[in-house]
């Protein structure tokens, strides 16, 4: 999956990755794209017992601290599945501007595709100790409060603050504390 400088060498530890959609598109401002993705991440966690700590899932990127039995392999999947059902729904919904801006800015070397969804790669970084571990998911549950566009972070609907804050969140979460 992509050409990344970046190495998973404890691929069952918990890791802080990103995911950003190509030339950072707005493609998560309806339910209906936002459910592609938390319907692959509960696959995941039954299918390769992918373990979600924390997430927020903003217009065009998303943050994670996650792990599985091979976090390589569960981000391989999560992206190809999300790439395509995306593309379904961008076809669907007759979205040709985001489908030709999906054309047009492809990766060169990636001809034989006609779209590309995802930048390459995820960044994966592994959480050491606990103080990294909880200043990433601060991070993540701050990041729409750090955009403006809640004043709360339990506010933003796509996240796992509602979680970390004793509300029922939307996907399940294994906390950390």
């Not at 592994?126 to 701050?142: F, G």
């Amino acid at each position: 999956m992509g050409r990344s400088r970046y190495k998973i060498f404890e691929p069952t530890h918990p890791h802080f990755v990103t995911c950003t959609i190509l030339h950072w598109l707005p493609i998560f401002t309806r339910k209906e794209s936002v459910n592609i993705i938390l319907e692959s991440l509960k696959f995941l966690q039954k299918q390769d017992n992918l373990k979600l700590h924390a997430y927020v899932i903003l217009e065009n990127h998303l943050h994670m601290v996650l792990c599985s039995d091979d976090l390589q392999k569960s981000m391989e999947s999560f992206k190809k599945f999300t790439a395509v059902e995306i593309l379904k729904l961008l076809h669907k919904e007759n979205a040709t501007t985001l489908l030709d801006q999906l054309s047009f800015y492809k990766k060169a070397h990636r001809q034989e595709k006609t779209f590309q969804v995802w930048e390459e790669g995820y960044q994966p970084k592994l959480m050491q100790n606990d103080l990294i571990l909880k200043s990433k998911i601060e991070y993540i549950h701050k990041n729409p409060v750090k955009r403006g566009y809640v004043d709360e972070a339990v506010h933003w609907r796509y996240s796992s603050a509602r979680d970390y804050h004793g509300e029922e969140g939307l996907i399940e979460i294994d906390r950390f504390w």
